[in-house]
């Protein structure tokens, strides 16, 4: 099956810097990749995703990047805010975009 | 317009001790997703259900037992706990097949003692 892995496990930068999530999928049928923000106490929530046709994607602020042949995604944070500050997931899934793989996290802490 | 619910937001259970998870949605979704999170591993899919009426297990099934009510409602049943239960769970749902984001509830954090 699908498995993600995700690096930084933490990643700490000064306000207004940039902020780069990396990670890694195995299957190769994969074709939509998701990334979520969770708050202190809270469900996860979708930010940004990007399907396989496609090699980047932007947001005001943050975007992702696809790399199909290496098999890798990133999601970039440009001028970091404190209210960034959280844990990121991304995830990969190739079954009727139903099933997600989650990787396991990234907390990003902003500091003023 | 409250999105997914879950009910509790906290419980402590007993080693042996039976219990339901509540989730609810309101969005009219038609799929929807019972997962555990877990320090240093992600959420990981227990259960899910595609539409009403079907169930399908997911990532980590064992231990577990879901009920898809109606439209509106997954249950997730725990049927004899155990401490390896212990983490936070999450119940999401998401719309049509092409509408992939899956909106998720605030969790539940269970304590298997």
């Given amino acids: ?112 | 317009n409250a999105g997914v619910t879950q009910t509790p937001k906290f419980q402590v259970l007993k080693t042996g001790q039976s219990m339901t998870l509540q989730c609810a949605q309101d969005m009219n979704h038609n799929s929807m997703y019972w997962y555990r999170q877990d320090p240093g591993m992600g959420l990981r899919l227990i259960y899910y259900s595609a539409s009403e009426g079907t169930t399908d297990k997911g990532e980590v099934p064992n231990g577990y037992n879901v009920s898809r009510l109606n439209k509106r409602e997954f249950s997730l049943r725990l049927e004899s706990a155990a401490p390896s239960q212990t983490s936070v769970y999450f119940c999401a749902s998401s719309g049509t097949f092409r509408d992939n984001e899956q909106f998720f509830g605030p969790g539940t954090r269970l304590t298997v003692l």
């Fill in chain 1, 1 to 112: 099956g699908e498995n993600v892995e995700q690096h930084p496990s933490t990643l700490s930068v000064q306000e207004g810097d940039s902020a780069v999530i990396k990670c890694t999928y195995s299957d190769s049928a994969s074709n939509y990749f998701p990334w979520y923000k969770q708050e202190l106490g809270k469900g996860p929530q979708l930010i940004i995703d990007i399907r396989s046709n496609v090699g980047e994607k932007k947001d005001q602020r943050i975007a992702v990047t696809l790399n199909k042949t290496a098999k890798h995604f990133s999601l970039h944070i440009t001028e970091t805010q404190p209210e960034d500050s959280a844990v990121y997931f991304c995830a990969a899934s190739n079954t009727g975009f139903q099933k997600l793989v989650f990787g396991t996290g990234t907390r990003l802490l902003v500091s003023p």
